[in-house]
């Protein structure tokens, strides 16, 4: 069984430009969550989905990323325009329904904004 | 607020054993897990406790004690390949179930 992949691995950009992330969970994990880590400090949360819905965004940092997870598969997070700040690992995790323990997480897309 | 508070790194000899503790404040608790870390990559699930007391898993034991806020991360009989960071995360539980984590803490296992 898959697990989960995210894509790209790495991003570098520019500030001010966009870059889009993508994060396909395992099939049949109707949770999907995103986090960050800036380095040294603690996995961030960002944002939680059930399905398509937005379950809880009070992580998502500004109106610069927007989140998106149409028909409930994959999702998407986009960061528009880049800022200095926003440089770090973007992990994605999913979990089945219910009451659940443990989380599987993607291996995570290094952006950074230069 | 919320915060969890873990050591920010330990070091530890083959065969040895550590600790890793983390205490947490946070609004809303339904249990803590551990998560593994290595190199930057994927976090992996270790163990999770929702009552007080031990879990065992192997080599891997966390305890938890609610009434303190406290918990903890045993490794036994380490190997070269638990070094690693290591997250202690607070599920909150309700309609999220989010997990909340702390800083981590980078295991260095010495020959």
């Known amino acids: 069984e898959a697990g989960v992949t995210q894509f790209p691995s790495h991003s570098v950009i520019e500030k001010g430009q966009t870059v889009t992330l993508r994060c396909d969970p395992i099939s049949g994990h109707d949770n999907l969550y995103w986090y960050r880590r800036v380095m040294g400090k603690e996995i961030k949360f960002l944002l939680h989905f059930v399905k398509e819905s937005k379950q809880d965004e009070s992580g998502m940092p500004n109106n610069r990323f927007l989140a998106e997870r149409t028909g409930g598969t994959y999702s998407t997070l986009k960061v528009q325009p880049a800022e200095l700040e926003d440089s770090g690992v973007y992990f994605c995790?999913?979990?089945?329904?219910?009451?659940?323990?443990?989380?599987?997480f993607g291996q995570g897309t290094r952006l950074t904004v230069v | 607020g919320q915060s969890l508070e873990q050591p920010s790194e330990v070091t530890a000899v083959e065969g040895a054993i550590v600790q890793i503790n983390c205490t947490y404040q946070t609004s809303g608790f339904y249990g803590l897990s551990w998560y593994q870390q290595h190199d930057g990559g994927a976090p992996t699930f270790l163990s999770y406790?929702?009552?007080?007391g031990l879990e065992e898993t192997g080599r891997f034991s966390s305890f938890l004690s609610r009434s303190d806020s406290y918990g903890y991360l045993l490794l036994q009989e380490l190997q070269m390949k638990d070094s690693a960071s290591y997250f202690c995360?607070?599920?909150?539980?309700?309609?999220?179930?989010?997990?909340?984590f702390g800083t981590g803490t980078l295991l260095a296992v010495q020959p």
């Open positions: 995790a999913s979990t089945i329904s219910g009451a659940n323990t443990e989380a599987f």
């Open positions: 995360a607070v599920r909150r539980g309700g309609a999220t179930n989010k997990l909340i």
């Open positions: 406790n929702a009552l007080d």
